[in-house]
């Protein structure tokens, strides 16, 4: 049973547009939310990160939004670069444990 | 700061051996988990260290064992490997009080 999915396994948009990945949870208990970023044959590295406290955060060209009474959550990416290219996770966790449970993805392409 | 970095990068085993991968957290992070990542199940929790003690364990077989040493670094052993073994297998620390992790590059691990 998924407990975070990210329903597009990919998404492609043209450099200098919106890129917007979405996240879905179904454990009510989580309360901490990242996305990290991937490229092949490299470990994840950490993006942003939200709070169940909040409903947005902001860093640079990078904003979370949560909508806890949908269970949702989405990556902002504002304007895209050619470089965002990767694999995108969402990951979410209960405060007071570590488990982070991920969710399986979303590939990014973004054309120059 | 140096980041979390992981020995050796890659691996090539056969099945029924054993295998021990090595992980260095980010210095003052007491806090290491493990998660491996297959094409088919993605990025999955294995087990946290904090100060020298298993506190969470996912759901993986016994075969799958760790350790973390006074200075926090960790140790990941699998024995009587299997095919399915083979995969990304990734170490994460914190600091104790943070929730976010960061990764290493990861062990690449091919049973044949």
């Known amino acids: 049973d998924q407990q975070v999915k990210q329903n597009s396994p990919s998404l492609s948009v043209q450099e200098g547009r919106i890129s917007i990945l979405n996240c879905d949870y179904t454990n009510s208990m989580f309360d901490y939310f990242l996305w990290y970023k991937k490229y092949p044959a490299e470990g994840p590295t950490f993006l942003i990160s939200i709070s169940s406290i909040k409903d947005k955060n902001e860093d640079g060209r990078f904003t979370v939004f949560l909508n806890k009474s949908a269970k949702h959550l989405s990556l902002h990416i504002v304007p895209s670069q050619p470089g965002d290219s990767a694999v995108y996770f969402c990951a979410a966790k209960t405060s007071g444990y570590s488990t982070l449970t991920f969710g399986k993805g979303t590939m990014l392409l973004v054309s120059p | 700061k140096a980041g979390v970095t992981q020995t050796p990068r890659y691996l090539i085993k056969t099945r029924g051996q054993q295998v021990t991968l090595s992980c260095s957290p980010i210095s003052g992070h007491r806090s290491v988990s493990w998660y491996q990542q297959t094409p088919g199940q993605g990025l999955q929790f294995l087990f946290e260290?904090?100060?020298?003690?298993?506190?969470n364990k996912g759901n993986f077989p016994g075969r799958f064992s760790g350790r973390q040493f006074s200075n926090s670094r960790s140790e990941m052993n699998v024995s009587t490997l299997e095919l399915g073994d083979s995969a990304l297998y990734l170490c994460a620390s914190r600091r104790g009080t943070e929730e976010t992790q960061y990764f290493g590059p990861g062990t690449r691990l091919l049973v044949l």
């Open positions: 260290y904090f100060s020298e003690t298993q506190r």
